[in-house]
């Protein structure tokens, strides 16, 4: 379908809506059932007040099925069609006086995913590669985040995968090297977990000083139930042979990369101790629905406890082998390097650190005085939460009450109720402990990438 904007312009003595019937036959032509019929989808419409113009917006398979729709509207004036677009596609495609390049039918439009993202609440970072983070009110609420408001990172464009012609293959160091359709795999065991997913650079933007990437907030994290196949199931099935130790994964997601000349293709990989020791899954479901297109469809790796990079999307290839990986984003990126005493140290980028987001109240928001509840989340990806202290105005922390079933791999949420008697300025800090005694600092330690940020959260609100 192509964007058009619409412009009707009459003379102010043949107005058609000083006649009656004049004017319902526009009405109901213009309305959205009947602009069906004809093949077009109106978005919005308006009258400029006082000038005899009409505008909208409209969607149609070509100008020609548009201009044949417009024809009652230019017996009675004069119209005019302009091709448009959207914002999003604007943006993607890097200005209004750039031209639009269609999208290849191997990756999914830009511009469409982008303009999904938003209709569904996402505040993009960027358009392309297409990031978005959830809001942090929309964090809690709910067991899980709707498939479309769970936050998206991508580090290239987001490859449009064939069911019917989908295999994942699972070779090297293995006795029976595998190559499953997406039956096959539906057909395996399956299993469901409610994992909490966050990107290692959640928090970016609140280190001083400021690092390069990408500017996340606090809401690049989410959590969701996923089904599949449990990995070690498919790996055993393939048969490991003697001194495997390492498996690669590899995603249909690739881009050039400046300090590299070519295509650089999404790869991480994992040791089978913590493949084991995570219960790592092939997922083709999210929240009982197919795995949605910028998620990984049809099927991607989800790592419980560890931050995302390592629940690689659009899954295609499985290497066993006897070596780490040492791809891209495993040994150039997603490394702690801290500055120690004038010494460098580097780390790589593993579990999950322990963290608590405050939901409610929001920032800036007016509170009456009186009993209120103070509401979030919190996980680690040590273990399940242990506890959440809350601190007002810089009192006493105080013990939350932790609510539902305590899970390893999935966030907790958590509420305070108190009573607020004065009016004024209200600071709420919180601060989460895990089964494991870790808990978070009161500023998370500076790294030059920006990875883990967990210092305590803090909310300025107003007692009202």
């Known amino acids: ?14 107005c058609p809506a000083r006649d009656p019937a004049k004017g319902a036959l526009l009405l109901n032509h213009l309305s959205r059932p009947n602009a069906a019929r004809h093949g077009v989808v109106i978005r919005a419409e308006a009258v400029a007040r006082g000038s005899h113009s009409l505008f909208f917006i409209a969607e149609a398979a070509d100008e020609v099925v548009l201009q044949a729709f417009l024809a009652p509207f230019r017996e009675v004036g004069e119209v005019e069609v302009t091709a448009a677009t959207t914002c999003a596609a604007v943006v993607s495609s890097g200005g209004c006086d750039a031209n639009i390049v269609e999208g290849s039918g191997a990756l999914v439009d830009t511009a469409d995913a982008c303009q999904d993202a938003i209709e569904a609440g996402l505040l993009i970072h960027r358009v392309n590669p297409l990031n978005g983070e959830t809001s942090v009110p929309d964090l809690a609420g709910g067991a899980v985040m709707p498939n479309g408001r769970f936050y998206l990172r991508n580090h290239f464009d987001i490859p449009r995968l064939d069911d019917d012609g989908y295999r994942l293959s699972i070779g090297g160091l293995v006795e029976r090297p595998l190559s499953l359709s997406m039956t096959e795999l539906h057909n395996l065991h399956a299993e469901s977990l409610v994992v909490t997913l966050e990107c290692a650079g959640n928090g970016r933007s609140l280190f001083e000083p400021a690092v390069a990437g990408e500017a996340w907030g606090l809401g690049a994290v989410s959590t969701a139930e996923w089904t599949g196949v449990p990995l070690m199931e498919v790996l055993e099935r393939a048969g490991l042979q003697p001194g495997a130790k390492e498996v690669t994964f ?5 881009g050039i990369i400046d300090e590299h000349g070519a295509p650089v293709r999404f790869e991480r990989g994992l040791s089978i101790e913590q493949i084991r020791e995570a219960d790592a899954l092939l997922a083709y479901e999210m929240n009982g629905e197919p795995l949605p297109l910028p998620h990984g469809y049809p099927l991607r790796l989800i790592v419980p406890g560890w931050y995302a990079v390592a629940s690689v999307k659009w899954l295609t290839e499985i290497i066993v082998t006897d070596q ?28 999950m650190n322990v963290r608590a987001l405050i939901s409610s109240p929001d920032q800036g928001e007016n509170l ?13 990806g040590g273990g399940s939460i242990s506890k959440v202290d809350v601190s007002l105005n810089g009192g006493p922390w105080r013990e939350a009450r932790l609510i539902g079933e305590r899970r390893r791999s999935a966030w907790q949420w958590w509420e305070l109720i108190t009573r607020l008697e004065r009016t004024g300025p209200l ?10 005694g870790r808990s ?17 959260h803090t909310v300025a609100a107003q007692v009202v």
Not at 329 to 342: A, L, P, S
């Open 1 to 14: 379908m192509s964007l058009f904007i619409v412009h009707h312009q009459h003379s102010p003595d043949s």
């Open 250 to 254: 590899r995603g249909a997601d690739s």
């Open 324 to 351: 780490p990986c040492a791809a891209h984003y495993q040994m150039e990126k997603y490394w702690y390097h801290w500055v120690r005493e004038g010494q460098d140290e580097c780390a790589p980028v593993k579990l």
């Open 368 to 380: 009456p005085r009186g009993e209120t509840a103070i509401r979030g989340v919190a996980w680690s």
């Open 427 to 436: 600071t709420v800090r919180a601060r989460a402990t895990d089964m494991a």
């Open 440 to 456: 978070q600092p009161e500023r998370a330690e500076w790294n030059r990438q920006g990875y883990g940020n967990n210092s305590i």
